[in-house]
């Protein structure tokens, strides 16, 4: 019976040993598991932070180049208002001209012409300034009776072609090729 009892506890034994041993081996695969499951979140908790802070750079350049945009837009937009009221005040102030100014100008005009038969049509704001003197200092000049309503300025007819000087027509033709000159002057890079 001690043989028994022996043998029993042998395999007992063995059987203990065995267990401890898939026992340690088991809890050694399930910690090394859990470290691979921690790693992994801890990657993709990092790879979360990077993609929201990406996402977050690039929300913020959008809304920045955004704001540069709307800030170019809003200058320009000023600029344009600005270059108008010039535009607009070199009319006004051409509309306004005395009868002398007026009359020297369209004069030097007319010397264009000197050897040509001209009509001169003139613009109602500007009628007021054809004198009689004006229309004796300039005999080969037809002028006309009829006056274009609601213009400042005129137009002078030559062999049938009509150049206009109504003073919103000269104002539009210097504005063409004066804006880019005038805006680089008057807003170089002081923004």
Do not use: C
């Not at 109602?124 to 006309?144: C, G, L, M, Y």
């Not at 210097?174 to 880019?180: A, H, L, R």
């Amino acid at each position: 019976m001690k043989e028994l009892e022996g043998l029993s506890s042998q395999i007992l034994n063995r059987t203990k040993e065995k267990g401890q041993e898939k026992l340690v081996a088991k809890e050694t695969e399930l910690n090394a598991k859990i470290e691979a499951n921690r790693i992994r979140l801890v990657e993709f908790q990092k790879n979360q932070k990077e993609l929201i802070h990406s996402r977050n750079e690039m929300e913020y350049e959008r809304q920045k180049q955004s704001l540069r945009n709307e800030k170019r837009n809003t200058l320009l937009g000023e600029k344009q208002a600005i270059l108008a009221d010039i535009y607009e005040g070199a009319i006004e102030k051409m509309s306004n001209w005395d009868t002398e100014t007026f009359q020297q100008f369209a004069g030097n005009i007319l010397k264009r012409f000197s050897n040509k038969a001209v009509t001169f049509v003139t613009g109602e704001k500007s009628a007021e300034h054809i004198t009689s003197a004006f229309k004796s200092a300039n005999p080969s000049v037809t002028f006309s009776d009829d006056f274009m309503p609601g213009k400042a300025g005129f137009i002078v007819s030559v062999d049938g072609v009509d150049y206009n000087y109504f003073f919103d027509q000269v104002v539009e033709e210097i504005q063409k090729d004066f804006t880019p000159k005038l805006a680089s002057l008057a807003f170089k890079k002081n923004e």
